[in-house]
């Protein structure tokens, strides 16, 4: 079907934080947020994709976009996980800060068989420790506005990649999101936290890409990793993304703790799905502790998730009722 525009999403007065803003789907969101009118802080420490190399000044090009565009923007180019001089900086441009959009990230090229301590460590200082790092000193600000708007940049390989180290730091963003908007709803404060499943062609793929195939043709193992032929990145294009991001940082959005895919013109919102309760119970005649066997032969119901509910994030229940709570009540019905 077509849509019937409603009244456009507006962001006037508000202020911006987006991490990683210099290239692909950080740039993106900057400049979306910034058409709207929402002042931007543009921070992009610059370098390579897997967070080496020397700095690049690539902030300043987005923010000239956005000026040319009549729109604010200051660049930033500090390091994501030094979360209180990034909005120190968003504070000393703009004395407020209302939405923060934690995108950057690294993507270091080894794979399982050759990843090491420090690129595990490299990587998941970068893509979770500096989320925290960045959370902790927005935080209070959020708080004493009793108003924010967060999201967290994700990636489809937290449904298993052969980049252990990204998937992994990917994941655990849906967990600390999920945490946020718990300490939010604590509060009871107009604080929305969500995440964000970009599917896109971006220079970190095209470049990881080049560098693993690389790679596998020096240790004389086939190549895998090619890059993408130019019709399907220009169709996977990181601006394509955007309208997810910006809709959940809208005053407006009801969103919390959710999660969204986003790529190339297709949306999609994804959730927790529990299957039918397998119950070994004394109500089933199992008075010790349930067998290996038990769970074999009640597989089905496992699989059964039609007979099954989806567990909420980011209320507090940690995917509630809990075990005990659905035991008692089964052993309840059971004598009825």
């Not at 038990?294 to 509910?309: E, I, N, P, Q, S």
Request: glycine share 10%; net charge neutral.
């Amino acid at each position: 079907f077509f849509f019937a525009m409603s009244a456009p999403l507006r962001f006037d007065g508000q202020v911006a934080l987006v991490t990683g803003a210099g290239r692909g789907l950080g740039r993106e969101h900057a400049l979306l947020l910034a058409s709207r009118g929402c002042r931007v802080i543009v921070n992009d420490l610059g370098g390579a994709y897997d967070g080496t190399g020397p700095g690049a000044r690539v902030a300043d090009e987005v923010v000239a976009l956005i000026r040319a565009g009549g729109g604010e923007a200051v660049a930033n180019y500090d390091s994501v996980e030094d979360g209180p001089a990034i909005v120190g900086a968003c504070l000393a441009a703009y004395g407020r800060l209302d939405i923060v959009v934690n995108n950057a990230g690294i993507l270091t090229p080894q794979t399982w068989d050759s990843l090491t301590r420090d690129a595990w460590a490299r990587t998941l200082d970068v893509n979770l420790t500096a989320v925290f790092s960045v959370m902790k000193a927005a935080w209070p600000v959020l708080v004493r506005q009793r108003y924010g708007r967060v999201v967290c940049v994700a990636s489809p390989a937290v449904f298993g990649a052969g980049v252990a180290a990204y998937a992994a730091s990917k994941a655990a963003l849906i967990g600390l999101a999920a945490s946020l908007q718990f300490e939010a709803k604590k509060l009871k404060m107009d604080i929305k936290v969500n995440t964000v499943i970009p599917q896109a062609g971006t220079r970190m793929i095209e470049d990881f890409a080049k560098d693993v195939a690389e790679m596998q043709a020096k240790q004389g193992k086939k190549v895998t990793h090619r890059p993408a032929p130019p019709e399907a990145m220009q169709l996977m294009s990181p601006a394509k993304c955007s309208a997810m991001v910006a809709w959940l940082c809208h005053r407006d959005c009801p969103h919390q703790a959710t999660i969204h895919e986003a790529g190339a013109g297709y949306f999609a919102q994804l959730t927790w799905a529990r299957s039918a309760p397998l119950f070994v119970t004394e109500a089933e005649g199992v008075v010790s502790a349930p067998l290996p066997e038990h769970v074999r032969d009640g597989r089905d119901t496992l699989a059964d998730f039609a007979g099954g509910d989806m567990p909420k994030s980011g209320d507090g229940s940690m995917g509630g009722p809990d075990a005990l709570t659905r035991v008692v009540e089964h052993l309840r019905k059971s004598k009825l």
